[in-house]
Antibody
Framework: QVQLVQSGAEVKKPGASVKVSCKAS????????IHWVRQAPGQGLEWMGR????????RYAQKFQDRVTVTRDTSINTAHMDLTRLTSDDTAVYYC?????????????WGRGTLVTVSS | QSVLTQPPSVSAAPGQKVTISCSGS????????LSWYQQLPGTAPKLLIY???KRPSGIPDRFSGSKSGTSATLGITGLQTGDEADYYC???????????FGSGTKVLVL
């Protein structure tokens, strides 16, 4: 069955960077886009960006354009999300999710989430 | 500030029906297929409705979706205590070239 397994929780200091991983299994990794969505405590869902694992082409939300980088390693069916210059506002659960077309098709499978805590 | 607008909460007694609205614009809801996601407490979101009104395998027909113009609606009939969750609408925004979510609606079963 389709699974997206994310890396473990992280605690970072303000100004640092964090890298969250998402390992896919149960389907052909290069046929589905991987998206990153975050949720701050008690808040709603916020889309950060996506990658086409086949081509490596990315698209980011304007809010995160200068701080986020999404990459992939097709040899291990894994996508990564790097977020730099962390502040306390970046404390959130970060989810990866997949969709077929990259622009509007449903997110039909989600990872369990990775809690990133930013604290001095 | 979410691009798509949802009511903060809706409530009803067990067995009753609730509807959740999702209001957008011509560049998102009016231009693309809409999905609904259910997020039970402490868990990841789960796809509930896609392409405006389709249910993935395993989703009971108590859940239904519809769309008209720049608004969409999620309906839940035969409400159960297990339906207590946050519900989000989501779609692509053709102008922002970004995926956008609604603000989320908490369903309370009285």
């Amino acid at each position: 069955q389709v699974q997206l397994v994310q890396s473990g929780a992280e605690v970072k200091k303000p100004g640092a960077s964090v890298k969250v991983s998402c390992k896919a299994s149960g389907y052909t990794f290069t046929r589905y886009y991987i998206h990153w969505v975050r949720q701050a405590p008690g808040q709603g869902l916020e889309w950060m960006g996506r990658i086409n694992p086949n081509t490596g082409v990315t698209r980011y939300a304007q809010k995160f354009q200068d701080r986020v980088t999404v990459t992939r390693d097709t040899s291990i069916n894994t996508a990564h999300m790097d977020l730099t210059r962390l502040t306390s506002d970046d404390t959130a659960v970060y989810y990866c999710a997949r969709d077929f077309y990259g622009s509007g098709s449903p997110f039909d499978s989600w990872g369990r989430g990775t809690l990133v805590t930013v604290s001095s | 500030q979410s691009v798509l607008t949802q009511p903060p909460s809706v409530s009803a007694a067990p067995g009753q029906k609730v509807t959740i609205s999702c209001s957008g614009s011509s560049s998102n809801v009016g231009d693309n297929f809409l999905s609904w996601y259910q997020q039970l407490p402490g868990t990841a979101p789960k796809l509930l409705i896609y392409d405006n009104d389709k249910r993935p395998s395993g989703i009971p027909d108590r859940f239904s979706g519809s769309k008209s113009g720049t608004s969409a609606t999620l309906g839940i009939t035969g409400l159960q205590t297990g339906d207590e969750a946050d519900y989000y609408c989501g779609t692509w925004d053709s102008s922002l070239t970004a995926y956008v979510f609604g603000s989320g609606t908490k369903v309370l079963v009285l």
